[in-house]
């Protein structure tokens, strides 16, 4: 019993540290295909999201969004792309995907209200400090020469 103690807090220890693991150096070419299916799993959900008006089934939607948004945020933040610039711009993504996961719960709430508000706020969100942090990033990231997906960044034009 003692011994499966160990073995627990020890396991358990790893995964609150994140096991350990320093980001994974990748290529230019492995950073971009990362982008790219960041952006277009950005796209799906949100276009997701305008073929619902039913309360639930919006809120369903606006869920999956932002588990694509956490996931975005946790594959990126799991690699290291080439350059120490380049490495300053994907944490900036990295922490932007966070602030956005949190942003979508006001959607959320807005839209038990009514639906008119849920589209507000989902504008609002999409006008937010970290939306426009994504923004900044990828316009960084292009002229480091990374090519970046417009739908791998929330909000306005990029």
């Not at 839209?111 to 504008?123: E, K, W």
């Amino acid at each position: 019993m003692g011994r499966a103690l160990i073995v627990l807090t020890a396991v358990l220890a790893l995964v609150a540290t994140g096991c350990g693991s320093k980001p994974k150096p990748v290529t230019k070419a492995q950073y971009e295909q990362r982008l790219q299916a960041i952006g277009n799993n950005l796209f799906v959900a949100a276009n997701a999201l305008g073929a619902a008006t039913n309360t639930q089934v919006f809120n369903d939607n606006i869920d999956k969004l932002k588990k694509v948004v956490h996931d975005a945020a946790r594959e990126l933040n799991g690699v290291r792309p080439p350059g120490a610039a380049a490495q300053r711009q994907n944490e900036r993504l990295v922490h932007a995907y966070r602030q956005l996961e949190q942003e979508f719960d006001k959607v959320k709430d807005a839209r038990r209200s009514s639906y008119p508000r849920a589209v507000a706020a989902l504008q609002g969100v999409q006008k937010s400090a970290a939306a426009q942090e994504t923004i900044a990033a990828a316009q960084q990231l292009r002229k480091l020469g990374f090519k970046v997906p417009v739908f791998a960044t929330i909000g306005g034009s990029a």
